[in-house]
C-alpha cells in the first residue's frame, strides 16, 4: 500500500499555516522533527485513520494516547450522543461528576478525591498548586526528559544528567517561574538523596512520569521508585505520578497499581476523556481537603465536569471494567516488541526497544536508553528515514524519536504482521 501521495494534505498544509503557527494547534503534530508534511486526517475508525487524500493508515497513536478502544468506538460514541442531547454545558453540578470521581477513586485507590479538569496541563498545574499549598513550600523536582504539559514552572531544560537549577527551556516563560525547579536525571537514586540531603525541607514535591513517554518510553528501576517513595516520605514531600500518559494504559490502576508504589497524587488525562478534552488530579483527602471550596489553594474551570466528557470518560471506564484489555495490550506489545527486534537484527540495525505493555519506543543506538542522556544519543537521522518509510507503507508512527507509540486493543494480528512487514522493508531501506 502506497501512501506516499499526499497533495491535499500538502495544500491544506499551506493554508492552515496562513493563519496557525506552523499550521498546528499543538507542536507534536508538525513533521518538525522528521520533516515532511503532516497528513491531514478525515476520519478515523477502529485501529486506522484515513487521511484528506484517501490513504488509509494504521495507527499507533491513538490521538496521542487516549484511543484506548481505537476510533468510534460505539458505546463511547452513544455515550457522547446521550448526553449532548440533554444539554452540552450547564456550568452547575451533574451526578455524571459524582459517578465519574467514584470509579476514578475506584480505579486509583490512592486518589481518595478528585477534581476534574480539561486537560493534562491544567492537571499538573493544579496539582503542583496544591502540593505548595499545602505544604507551605515553594520547591519542586522535575525530572530531565519528563514532560509534564506546558506549565511553566515545568518547563524546565533538562541539564544532561548534572543536578542543575532550572532554568527556563521556552521564551516567555519567566526565570522566576523556574527558580523553585530543580531538574534531577530520571533513574538515578544517587541524586535524588543529594538533593533531599541538600534541600529536602524546602521541597513540596517531587513530579514524575511513573513509565517516562515523553523521551520515548523509559522504563524506572525499582530502586529509583522506591527511593522516591522513601526520601518524599522522610521528608514531608508531596510525590506526585503524573499519570497522564500511563493512566488506565498499563493497567486499569495505571503505573501505581503495576509497581506497587502508592504517591499522594495522581494527574490523569488522555484515556479518561476518551477522546474529549479532559484531565483529573486528586490524592490523600488530607491534601485535597486544600483545594477550594473547602480549603484556600484556588482552582476552577468553566467547563470543567462537562456532561459529554464526562459521559465519555464514564464509558471508557465501562469499557475497561468490561474487557479488561491489558493481557491483550500486553500480547500485542510483545509481538511488536519481538517483530521490530527481529527486523533490525535481520538488517544489521542496532536498535534499543523499551517497552511496558501497549508503549513502545523504538531507538535508535546501540546502548541502552534510561534517561534523557542515553536517549538523546539516538541516530535521530535515521529515525526520520525509518518513520517516513513506515509512513509511504501505511503505519502511523508519532513523528519524533522521543515519543511512545501506542498500540488500541483492537489492533488485529494482521495489522502488527503488516507493521512488522513495513518495519523489514523500512529497516532495510536504510543501509
Ligand atoms: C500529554 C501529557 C501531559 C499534558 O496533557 P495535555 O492534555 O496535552 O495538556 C502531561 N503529562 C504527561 C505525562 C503527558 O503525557
Redesign the pocket.
Known sequence: MDTSVRTESERLFKRAAQRIPGGVNSPARAFGAVGGTPPFMKRGDGAYLYDVDGNRFIDYIGS?GPHLFGHRHPMILQAIQGAMEVGTSFGAPTEAEAEMAERVAEMVPSMERVRMVN???EA?MSAIRVARGFTGRSGIVKFAGC???HVDSLLVAAGSGALTLGCPSSPGVPAGATADTLVLPYNDPQKLREAFAASGHLLAAVIL?PVV??MGCVVPTPDFLSELRRLCDLHGTVLIF?E??TGFRLSAGGAQQLFGIRPDMTTL??ILGAGLPV?AYGGRADIMQHVSPVGRVYQAGTLSGNPMAMAAGIAMLDLIRQHNPYPRLEQLGAMLEHGFRHAATATNQPIQINRVGSMLTVFFTAQPVHDLATASASDTGKFSRWFHGLLNRGIYLPCSQFEAMFISAIHSDADIAHTLSAAQQAFADLK
Request: aromatic share 12%.
Open positions: 496521542w486537560s493534562g496541563t499538573t514532560y509534564h504539559g512520569e513517554g515523553n503524573d497522564v500518559m488525562g488522555k484531565g
